[in-house]
């Protein structure tokens, strides 16, 4: 796919319409699959499907394999006969309130599982047997995990020491005295698992392809931490001892302080970067390609004191480099990937990327105001690229535009005529379309032309992100038509 031209959208499936307070796998998810097909469009990126974290970012999971329960279709579940027909809680329909979603929701599935382990069939019960076994590399860490959670909190550093250690009498005992609590969390991954790849081979039988997304870095508060945490960078109590972030620049004096423990890359490459193989063996089970996110941080990452409030006090660490990538080629062959390399990216950052084979990604709302060399301009694109407008983490275009400095707009109008003013939208889209990178994404918000309000994510900004949502009375058959006829004229339809 990202040798050939191609154009796709950028939607995440909580941003999907539906009457449970959020986008699930349900009807909507296979109507937008349908629009997408309308409109020419083979491609649909997404971002994580791990289950979200702290402000509810799914960049910061309590798993880097588990999809989340808030994306299980429930209606399906009424529909197997395990869940009792839910009235209408009368959710906002352009915004996912999690406070109030997530509570209702993990309710539902618990009734869920309840109705199963009273009346599933015995073919449900076998699949269900047959999901956990194949998955048990990962799941029965994650259930586990999941149920000590709700017992005692995060984080699992915290937790009574012969369960934080991981000793094999304390967590045997759990497992005897949790039974039923395990496995809700199974079937609940199982359900998530059966309705995704329902969902993947309706969407490839119409021509779209999946384009997921891998987080560089895991949450500490994780099943994935807690169960490797030998291959994490952590101190005697087991909490980290450096974090992850990106150092001062022009949009932060301080920089970025994610807060992510950093991995212990040479006890990762004395086992043969397994747990990384694992996870992208399973990611590519799910999705067409992966979005591999911080990409420099494979060359080199910022790493940062934990005991520093802020990133300024970081320096810069090697990343495994080369050998990672070698790594995970001879065991998983080579992987339509897209390296993230936004940001400080450096010659060998660049270097690391092309040795790989990965496209990188052009922003252009980064384009202006920098004469005509700037690399993000559609001119200076190269075939092996997968242009974007915006991402998720940029305002929306309209948005861009309305905030944009006079020497930017100058530039822009310069660059792409007066129609910028009007449609600024339609004409950064159709700029990019023209242009020879092989792969297209533009953001729906930018589909749709909205405006700021409508911004999925803010780096740095706790909350109010992640909760966009739109409703299909927002789309006419405009966009649609729009995309097709440019998917057309630019060589990007996906049919001969």
């Known amino acids: ?48 499907l791990s289950p979200a974290g702290p402000g509810n970012s799914p960049y910061q999971s309590v798993s880097a394999f588990a999809g989340s329960p808030l994306m299980v279709d429930l209606d399906d579940l009424v529909h197997l006969g395990w869940l009792p027909w839910m009235a209408r809680k009368g959710f906002d329909h352009h915004h996912c309130d999690f406070e109030r979603v997530a509570p209702y929701r993990m309710a539902c599935l618990r009734k869920a599982w309840d109705g ?53 009498a304390a967590l045997d005992a759990v497992r005897e005295q949790s039974v039923h609590a395990l496995g809700f969390w199974r079937f609940v991954q199982w359900r998530f698992w059966v309705q995704w790849q329902n969902l993947r081979s309706y969407a490839r039988e119409r021509g779209v392809q999946m384009v997921g997304d891998a987080p560089i870095f895991v949450a500490h508060h994780s099943a994935d931490v807690w169960a490797h945490a030998d291959q994490f960078l952590l101190d005697e109590q087991m909490e ?18 994610w807060g992510n423990p950093l991995y212990n890359w040479e006890a990762m490459a004395h086992r043969g970067y397994r747990w990384w193989k694992d996870r992208l063996a399973h990611l590519f089970q799910q999705v067409d390609v992966v979005r591999l ?26 990343g495994p480099g080369l050998a990672f990538f070698k790594a995970i080629e001879d065991e998983l062959g080579q992987l339509p990937i897209i390296a993230e390399d936004l940001g400080l990216i450096t010659p060998e950052v660049t270097a690391l990327r092309e040795a790989c084979g990965f496209p990188g990604m052009r922003i252009l709302q980064f384009a202006f105001g920098s004469g005509p060399a700037n690399p993000y301009l559609p001119h200076n694109l190269e075939r092996q690229t997968v242009a974007y407008t915006g991402t998720h983490d940029n305002e929306t275009t309209v948005g861009w535009w309305n905030s944009a400095m006079a020497g930017e707009k100058t530039s822009a109008r310069a660059y792409l005529g007066y129609c910028v003013d009007t449609e ?58 729009r995309l097709a006829a440019m998917t057309k004229a630019h060589g990007r339809w996906p049919h001969p």
Request: hydrophobic share 40%; glycine share 8%; net charge negative.
């Open 116 to 168: 199963f382990s009273q009346r599933a069939t015995d073919v449900c019960r076998e699949a269900l047997a047959a999901f956990c076994a194949e998955q048990a590399h990962w799941l029965d860490d994650y259930a586990l995990f999941m149920v000590l959670d709700e017992r005692h909190g995060g984080p699992w550093s915290l937790w009574p020491e012969p369960l934080a250690r991981r000793e094999s």
């Open 424 to 481: 600024p939208n339609w004409t950064l889209i159709n700029a990019l379309s023209m242009s020879v990178a092989n792969t297209l994404v533009v953001p729906f918000q930018d589909v749709l032309g909205l405006d700021t309000r409508h911004r999925m994510n803010t780096p740095g900004l706790a909350t109010g992100c992640w909760e966009w949502r739109f409703d299909w009375s927002q789309v006419n058959h405009e966009p649609a038509e």
């Open 1 to 48: 796919m990202l040798t050939r031209r191609t154009s796709g959208v950028l939607l995440h499936i909580t941003s999907l319409p539906g009457p449970h307070g959020s986008g699930d796998l349900g009807p909507a998810a296979r109507h937008f699959v349908d629009w997408l097909a309308s409109a020419g469009q083979s491609i649909w990126q997404i971002l994580p």
């Open 240 to 257: 980290p001892a450096v974090v992850a972030g990106v150092p001062p620049d022009y949009f932060s004096a301080t920089g970025q302080r």
């Open 293 to 318: 996110d911080h990409f420099r941080g494979f060359e080199a990452h910022w790493e940062i004191p934990a005991s520093e409030p802020t990133a300024v006090a970081g320096q810069w660490q090697p």
